[in-house]
């Protein structure tokens, strides 16, 4: 759906004015499409054209429409950096636990004997 852009001139206000007054007035029954197509100098078929684009735009504007504030568009590089980033991250909180893990498991150097006894000799 386009959105409406107001006419340029005030002649074309003028024109779109008397128009949607006259597609009101025969929408309500109060004057004939025939007698709205003489006042605009225009055939029937030319006014009924007018009277279908007006009533479409009119039920189109009458639609509901999203509540809040529109969606933030999307910045697809800053997204893809963002996310390796992350994976970079990741991948080094993962090596930093590979690392101490490895620490952690490193073969303690031997006991020499007696060297862990509390005994007195």
Known sequence: MQDYVPPKSSL????????????????????????????????????????????????????DRPTGRPPTPVDEEAERLAKELEDKHREVEEREMARRIQSLLRPLPPLEPGAGSKKKP
Not at 12 to 17: G, I, R, S
Not at 22 to 39: D, P, S
């Open 12 to 63: 074309q206000d003028e024109k779109a004015k008397l128009r949607a007054n006259l597609l009101l007035e025969v929408t309500a029954g109060k004057i004939t499409a025939t007698q709205a197509a003489e006042r605009l100098g225009v055939s029937r078929k030319t006014w009924h054209e007018w009277q279908a684009r007006g009533l479409a735009a009119l039920f189109a504007a009458m639609q």
